[in-house]
């Protein structure tokens, strides 16, 4: 399934469209895997974990 020029990986379930790697026009991920990574030392909830695969989609930045 090709959604725009990025493939959807119906796998990776993703909101974040500020990602250059999200599919833009649905809510995956494009990438065939992603590292997740937690911020916390003691992660205790969903909040304390993140994709470390993320990277900045320079054209939806704003100043
Ligand atoms: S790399 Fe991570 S943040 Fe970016 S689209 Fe994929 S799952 Fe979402």
Redesign the pocket.
Known sequence: MEINTRKVNES?K?T?DE?K??CETADY???DM?KVGAHESCPKDSQCVD?Q???PDVTKMTK
Do not use: D, G, K, T
């Open positions: 990776i993703c974040v990602c790697y999200h991920c494009s990438l992603i994709c695969s993320f990277a």
